[in-house]
C-alpha cells in the first residue's frame, strides 16, 4: 500500500470527524447507509474476488507475463481485447484486477485493452441489449467501443 492510500485513509478519518462534530445524526445515517450498501454489494463481491484470487494462484506470473505481457505484443492485446469483450465483470473487480494483472507481469497496453473492453464492451450482453435498442444499434455501440478500446491501448503502448 503506497503513501497516497495512507493519505486517502487520514483524509477520510478527518472528514468523518469534521462531519461527525458538524451534525451527529447525519453522519450516523450516512455511516448506517454506507455499511447497508455494503452489505447488500457482498454476495457480488465475495464470489468475483474469490474466482479472481483463484484464477492468480492458477496462472502463475510467467503465464501471465507470457499471454499478457510486456513482451506479448500486438498478440496479447489480441488476448486481453478477446477476453475483455467476451466476458463481465463490474468496475470495483476490473479496476483491482488489473493492478494485480499489472503486478503480476502484465504489460500496460495489454491491461488498458482488458479493462476498456471489459467496461465498455458487452458481447455478452447483445441478446438483452436488442431488446431496448436495435439489432444495428447494439452491434454500432459494440464495434466503436472495440474501436475505442484499440485506440487506448495504442495510446498506452506509445506513452508507455
Known sequence: MGISSYILYVLTAVLLVISF???K????KALKKGYMAFIKILPVLIPLF????IILTLITPDQIRQAIGEDSGVIGVIISLVVGSVSFMPPFVTYPLGAELLENG????????????LMAVGFVYIG???KFFSKRATLLRNSLAL????VVAIVI???M
Open 21 to 23: 462534530i458538524k451534525d
Open 25 to 28: 445524526k447525519k453522519t450516523k
Open 50 to 53: 474469490l474466482f479472481v484470487g
Open 106 to 117: 502484465a504489460g500496460y497496453p495489454q491491461v488498458a485493452a482488458l479493462v476498456t473492453t
Open 128 to 130: 438483452a441489449e436488442t
Open 147 to 150: 474501436i475505442g478500446s484499440i
Open 157 to 159: 503502448w506509445m506513452v
